[in-house]
């Protein structure tokens, strides 16, 4: 069971219900969403966390970095959702896959370093 959380809900009120669920052995595992990490260390204080599924993709915060890390150190699955943000139109998601595809060359390369050097 995932149980989503909205803002700053009490873990511990929301989160006690599942659990008890999985200690009569009716749910196996538990996750929580869109949690921040004092809402998943309330949660492992009340049971185990298998996964935290959360918004993370391109252009992530270093929080968000932080978080992940956290969760791989605990073992706890991390499932990111809006991976690809900005791709609400079909078009740009192709653009954006697109994009991952494009190689440059040295001349390219040298280009681009130039104007990062203050070049013209």
Do not use: K, W
Not at 38 to 61: H, K, M, T, W
């Amino acid at each position: 069971m995932n149980l989503r959380v909205l803002g700053t809900d009490s873990i511990a009120e929301r989160f006690g219900a599942p659990a008890h669920l999985r200690d009569a052995g009716l749910i196996r595992h538990l996750g929580i969403s869109n949690v921040h990490p004092e809402q998943l260390a309330e949660a492992r204080a009340i049971a185990p966390v298998v996964c935290v599924q959360n918004q993370y993709g391109i252009g992530a915060r270093p929080e968000q970095d932080a978080f992940l890390r956290t969760c791989g150190e605990q073992g706890i699955a991390f499932v990111p959702f809006y991976s690809i943000a900005g791709a609400g139109n079909p078009d740009h998601l192709v653009a954006n896959v697109a994009a991952g595809a494009l190689r440059l060359s040295e001349d390219d390369l040298a280009v681009l370093d130039s104007l990062h050097r203050g070049g013209a």
